[in-house]
């Protein structure tokens, strides 16, 4: 196989030419858009994240939820005291596996998926670019992803 000649810029180290820079100011800047928006519902964008994972797959474990959000267990057990509190979800001992902790929604979480739905119009309306581009932009974001952790 043939080795792929790579060209950098002419100074490499420019702040503006960093992948990693211009990833952690677009994460930084859109999860901003998302506060006033989620306030509302009473979740913060990790909360929302969660709740999104369950309104697609509950019952899960917390291990199976962990994988799905890409999130440690112990970066998601905060997160998910903090809804249990908040009445949206329930944690329980998984009957066949007492070491299994299972989360479901409660039905007052169920309810707030209906309201969720407002969240995506409004993000692309703040952030006016068409949806196309959105959704191509989170394709490239998720082969990124998946090359940084090969």
Known sequence: MAETEITLPANPLALEHQVCFALAVAARTVIALYRPVLEPMGLTHPQYLVMLALWEHEPVSVKELSGLLQLEPATL??????????????????????????????????????????????IVERLGMDVDELMDIQARLTKVIAAATR
């Open 77 to 122: 057990s905060p997160l998910l005291k903090r809804l249990e509190a908040a009445g949206l979800l329930e944690r329980n001992r998984s009957a066949t596996d007492e070491r299994s902790l299972a989360v479901a929604l409660t039905p007052a979480g169920r309810k707030l998926r209906e309201q969720a739905l407002e969240v995506p119009p409004a």
